[in-house]
């Protein structure tokens, strides 16, 4: 169960940081930080464009391809800055230490199974998704 949560929100989360970089939106003011709308908008366009989401339902973990995560990683990691200001402020920190995950699976060669997740934890991957099920009305996480 444990690992079957991890999985699925860890692919759902990775592709939303994939949709948010990729919008390459611009510096977002502390008001707008606050807002979900940008990034949900963001999420969703992004993940139906490549095929990772389907009327805001996220495709099942079992289904996506390792070039479609390893994508979004680097993605994800070439915009980190981008990202982090544009990512909502009740998930700012669990977005930055997923960053830092992604950054040690791209260390780690995307060794899935062996690689820490740490600092990430899964109360942030839960955080995570809980914010793209209730402020996005994403579902599939």
């Not at 669990?94 to 990430?120: G, M, V």
Request: aromatic fraction near 6%; glycine fraction near 4%; charged fraction near 20%.
């Amino acid at each position: 169960m444990r690992r079957s949560i991890c999985t699925a929100t860890l692919a759902a989360v990775m592709l939303a940081l994939f949709a948010a970089v990729a919008t390459a939106a611009p510096r977002a003011s502390a008001a707008a930080v606050s807002s979900p709308g940008p990034w949900c908008a963001a999420v969703i366009r992004i993940n139906t464009k490549y095929g990772a989401m389907k009327n805001k339902t996220y495709i099942p973990q079992s289904e996506l391809p390792d070039r479609v995560r390893i994508a979004v990683i680097e993605a994800a990691l070439k915009g980190r800055s981008q990202l982090l200001a544009i990512t909502p402020t009740e998930i700012k920190r669990a977005q930055r230490d997923e960053l830092e995950y992604f950054a040690h699976l791209k260390a780690n060669h995307y060794a899935w199974r062996t690689t820490p997740r740490a600092p990430l934890t899964v109360a942030e991957l839960r955080q995570l998704a809980n914010f793209q099920r209730t402020k996005c009305g994403i579902k599939g996480i």
